[in-house]
């Protein structure tokens, strides 16, 4: 995890509030990623950035969106949380776009 | 678009014992494969990969995988099972589509490793 850092760790949350989780790096990778991972689903990437303000989707993409303002953050928000996005969030890193690191990860609950 | 199968969610291996956990995975033209191990409320660390070159791929503490392009395999084996292996098991291959590398994730084994 050296190099890439996830706040919060951990949020409760109710349905319906906006919620912004930060995905901070040192390493100054041009790549970053969101997923979640739920049992029996394994890793789905969410969104990711292949630069500065260069962002697509991923295959899990509705009701969360993503910002990229400089080179060590990627912000993945959540407009109107939802019970189904209870799940542990992961934000990964890359300088080639092929091996890919990640970070110790966001436990979120929607209630 | 790419699928990776993990055969097995929960395979138990006694301490000392061969450890292997399969994985195959659909592509047309040879991927970028690795193999990821997470410890409970931990992140994914990158336990060895396939990229090209030699097909046999050591990793660390001990573990090692074979590509096979004939079976689109690549299973992880240790000789030697130790408790500390316990933890889940993670298969990803890569692969260009539209204008970027993606990652796709098998759905996990969780190795549990009796005394």
């Known amino acids: 995890d050296a190099g890439i850092t996830q706040s919060p760790r951990h949020k409760v949350t109710e349905t319906g509030t906006p919620v912004t989780l930060r995905c901070h790096q040192t390493e100054n990778h041009r790549y970053m990623y969101w997923y979640r991972q739920d049992p029996g689903h394994g890793l789905r990437l969410i969104h990711y950035?292949?630069?500065?303000?260069?962002?697509d989707k991923g295959e899990v993409s509705d009701g969360y969106s993503v910002s990229r303002s400089k080179t060590e953050d990627f912000l993945l928000t959540l407009e109107s949380a939802t019970s189904s996005q209870t799940s542990v969030y992961f934000c990964a890193i890359s300088h080639s776009g092929v091996e890919q690191f990640f970070g110790p990860g966001t436990r979120l609950t929607v209630l | 678009a790419q699928s990776v199968t993990q055969l097995g969610s929960h395979v138990s291996v006694s301490e000392g014992a061969l450890v292997l956990l399969r994985c195959n995975y659909s592509?047309?033209?040879?991927?970028?494969l690795f193999w990821y191990v997470q410890y409970p409320n931990q992140g994914l660390q990158l336990l060895l990969k396939?990229?090209?070159?030699?097909?046999l791929v050591k990793g660390i503490n001990g573990f090692e995988a074979e590509f096979k392009k004939s079976e689109t395999s690549f299973h992880l084996t240790k000789p030697s099972a130790h408790m500390s292996d316990a933890a889940e098991y993670f298969c990803?291959?890569?692969?260009?589509?539209?204008?970027?590398?993606?990652?796709?994730f098998g759905k996990g084994t969780l190795l549990t490793v009796n005394p």
């Open positions: 396939y990229t090209t070159g030699a097909t």
């Open positions: 592509s047309s033209v040879p991927p970028y």
């Open positions: 990803a291959v890569s692969d260009y589509g539209g204008s970027n590398y993606k990652l796709t």
């Open positions: 950035s292949y630069g500065v303000k260069d962002t």
